[in-house]
């Protein structure tokens, strides 16, 4: 487990962007091809990051729905693992 971790270590892989349509909360967000449609492929980044939605929000998520189920550092470890599996899918493609 991390200790003491104040914000998400996000490495701005882009790789939860390049996967939305494998959860149903970011279907939505699906271009048609798994990408989310405020990802830029030239970037590699968010059009829209400043202004991005609650669900692209691992904080916000975490005040929003799972504060009361988890410690800040486990929803963090949760994430981290998640990050993990789509480094592997991403290696896979």
Same mark, same amino acid.
């Given at each position: 487990?991390?200790?003491?971790?104040?914000?998400?270590?996000?490495?701005?892989?882009?790789?939860?962007?390049?996967?939305?349509?494998?959860?149903?909360?970011?279907?939505?967000?699906?271009?048609?091809?798994?990408?989310?449609? %405020? #990802?830029? @492929?030239?970037?590699?980044?968010?059009?829209?990051?400043?202004?991005?939605?609650? *669900? !692209?929000?691992?904080?916000?998520?975490?005040?929003? %729905? #799972?504060? @009361?189920?988890?410690?800040?550092?486990?929803?963090?470890?949760?994430?981290?693992? *998640? !990050?993990?599996?789509?480094?592997?899918?991403?290696?896979?493609?």
């Amino acid at each position: 487990m991390h200790q003491g971790i104040s914000t998400f270590p996000c490495t701005q892989c882009g790789l939860c962007c390049q996967h939305v349509n494998l959860a149903n909360e970011t279907k939505p967000l699906d271009r048609g091809d798994g990408t989310c449609k %405020h #990802y830029s @492929d030239a970037d590699k980044r968010c059009n829209i990051y400043a202004d991005r939605p609650d *669900i !692209c929000r691992v904080d916000r998520q975490y005040e929003l %729905h #799972y504060a @009361d189920q988890y410690s800040w550092n486990e929803f963090v470890d949760i994430n981290l693992e *998640i !990050c993990s599996i789509l480094w592997k899918v991403s290696e896979k493609s």
